[in-house]
Every structure is written in C-alpha cells, then in structure tokens.
C-alpha cells in the first residue's frame, strides 16, 4: 500500500518485525490472565517503585514505534507530505484507543442494555501514548534534527525529575500527574485499576514517554546506517549497559517507576531494548537463527490490529455473561483452572488468547494484508 504525498511504503525489515511482534505477544499475555489473583510475578507490573520483566513491554513498544519512524521519516520529501501523514496516523491512533476503553458502548444494567456515558470514558491509555509519542517524536526529529532530539531528550527528563519533585511527592495520591490529570480531565475520564483516580498513561507522564520513542528513532537509523555486525551489535550494548547504569545510579533519589514513568524507568528500559536489539541482530542476522522468528514476524507486521483484536475481544468476553459469571471468567474456571490449576492455568489462558489472536495475524500476512494506520 503506498502511502500518500510521495512517501514509500514502509520497508519490511525482519528483526524489526521479530521485535514487534515479541512485544505485542507480552503485551498480550500480560493483560489477559486467566485470573489476575493468581498470575506468576514476572507477569505483573510492580505494585509502585520497582521493576519487573513486565513493567518493561510498553516502553518497548515505544522503542520500536522510534525504529519504525527511523525507516520511514526520511521518506517525505515536502513537509507538508510530513505533517499531512504524521498529524493523521496520531488522529488515527489516538482514536482507536479512545475507541477501544469506550467499547462495546453499552452495559447491563437492572436486567437491560444502557449506553455507555462518553462522560465517564477514559480519555488517555496505551495507544494514546503511543500516538503522541510517535507524533511528537516525529516532529521533534524533523525539525529540531539530532542535536534538537538530543536536547530535548535531556531537558524532559530533568525537567521531569524537578516537575515531580517541587510540585507533589511521588506517592500514588500525591504526584504532580495525578494532580494535572484531575485538575484538567476530572476524576471520570481517568484510569481507576488502582482503587482511585489515577492514570498510568495520563497528561504529563507522555512528557518522558516520547524520549522511549526518541532512542528507538536512533537506534534504528545507526542499525540502518551500519548494517548487521558485529560492531553494530557493540556499539548498541556499550550505550545500553551505560543506560542501566545510569538509571541505577540515579534510583534512589528518583525511584524507578512504571506507573509514573519516571526519568530512571525510561533510561533502564532504552538500555534493555539496545541490548535486546543488539541480541535479535546477532540471532536473526548474524547467526541466520530463524526458524523460530516466524510466530512473532506475524505478530509484528500487523501489531495494532492484532493488538485491538485482544483488547477487544477480551472486552467482550467480560461484557456477556453465562450464569452469574463472564465468558472470560467462565472460560477460566471451567477449562484452564481445573486442568492445570491456579496459576499454571492463568497462564495457559493468556496463551491460548495469544493463539487465537495470532490466528487472525496469520490470516491477515498469508493474504498479504499488512494494515498500518
């Protein structure tokens, strides 16, 4: 599919796709436990300061969206062809997400159907992070060019440090993001998994998210530039373990935190995904490992609509009901539960969602379909 305003399509590059994909299939398990009570550690987010395996895919997927924009950003040769595609793709993203937390609409209610109120939807959430981070990403690279990124990327950082310490803490009631978010959106239109008002994916919070994306943009263009070596694989990790430390050296003053995206959580979780990058290029291109690339080369070249088919789907498995329990819980307690147990068969839910979600992917790829927004 070509794209508008003299743009190519967007190259096919196979450990991009691998990497896609690998993310969109935790994201997958992650958020759909057969049971959230008894799901494995490493497949729950940390309760507040804190870092696990999970903690880390978001970030991860911001990473590879700067990877993306790194094959694609070159491409426009006016800037109105640039901002036209850009301003679009973030509507369009944006959009989805909003979409997605308002689906299916409607609830039961006293034994009937009610609309779902648009006052109570949930304004900002995962692809709407996604969305500004590619957007402003995006404009940020072209217009303010390496040294514009570069010193954006410092200032947002620091300045978020200094935005979240003078005005509020950094416990769940009192930070600066929960502050802005109640103060400009109100209670109703955020995230309540906490108990309380409080929105992961909230106002100031994307402020640091678009440096994820940023690092993503300029590992990918030095891999483009470098081809696969081994000093490609080098110069990807000596920076990555220098982002790990870094971000350890800086946790206890700025605890790393998934839920407020701090300073330290981006540079920790950009020093991983060079590492894991640099570790996909030697496997992949390198050693020519790839017999088992292709599940997630599936996932990968139709990431958001395999990431809406789970999302979705899992959304209404919770919205129709058999007896006084949910398709989805049903399904758990009378299938997965009873043949392996409690968290074994939580896992093998997420899994068995993953394969159904990966069937409509491989649908998609068998008939040359790779739908990009």
């Given at each position: ?7 190519r ?95 299916p ?53 620091v ?6 310490t ?11 993001v ?51 070596s ?6 990807l ?33 950009i ?5 894991a ?36 789907g ?30 074994l ?9 993953l ?19």
């Amino acid at each position: 599919m070509t794209e508008g305003g003299g743009a190519r399509p967007e190259p096919r590059y196979l450990t991009l796709d691998v990497l896609r994909g690998i993310t969109v299939a935790l994201m997958i398990v992650v958020n759909s436990p057969g049971n959230y009570q008894t799901t494995f550690a490493p497949l729950r987010h940390a309760r507040w300061h804190g870092f696990t395996p999970t903690d880390w895919v978001f970030p991860t997927f911001m990473f590879v969206v700067g990877v993306s924009l790194s094959l694609t950003l070159g491409q426009y040769q006016t800037d109105r062809a640039l901002l036209a595609k850009v301003f679009r793709r973030t509507a369009i993203i944006f959009l989805l997400g909003y979409l997605m937390y308002w689906f299916p609409f409607v609830h039961r209610e006293a034994g009937g159907w009610v609309a779902n109120p648009i006052a109570e939807t949930r304004i900002f959430g995962v692809l709407q992070r996604i969305a500004l981070g590619y957007g402003l990403a995006a404009l940020i690279i072209r217009y303010g060019k390496d040294r514009g990124a570069i010193v954006f990327s410092v200032v947002a950082l620091v300045g978020y440090w200094g935005i979240l310490t003078w005005f509020g803490d950094l416990t769940l009631t009192g930070n600066a993001v929960v502050r802005l978010d109640r103060a400009v959106m109100g209670d109703a239109h955020l995230y309540h998994g906490e108990g309380l008002a409080f929105d992961p994916e909230g106002i100031l919070s994307t402020l640091p998210a678009i440096v994820n994306t940023i690092g993503g943009y300029f590992a990918g263009r030095f891999v483009r530039q470098r081809g696969a070596s081994w000093e490609t694989i080098g110069r990807l990790m000596i920076p990555g373990v220098l982002l790990v430390g870094a971000a350890l050296a800086w946790n206890p003053s700025f605890p790393i935190n998934k839920k407020l995206w701090t300073s330290p959580f981006v540079l920790v979780t950009i020093g991983l995904d060079l590492l894991a990058l640099a570790l996909l290029i030697f496997w992949i291109d390198l050693k020519g490992w790839r017999r088992w690339t292709r599940f997630f080369e599936v996932l990968g070249a139709n990431t958001l609509v395999v990431y809406l088919v789970s999302e979705l789907g899992v959304t209404l498995l919770y919205t129709f009901r058999t007896g006084n329990r949910s398709l989805y819980e049903a399904i758990y307690w009378t299938v997965f539960q009873p043949v392996a147990g409690g968290y074994l068969g939580s896992l093998l839910f997420a899994l068995a969602w993953l394969g159904v979600c990966w069937m409509v992917g491989f649908a998609l790829d068998r008939r040359g379909i790779h739908l990009r927004a």
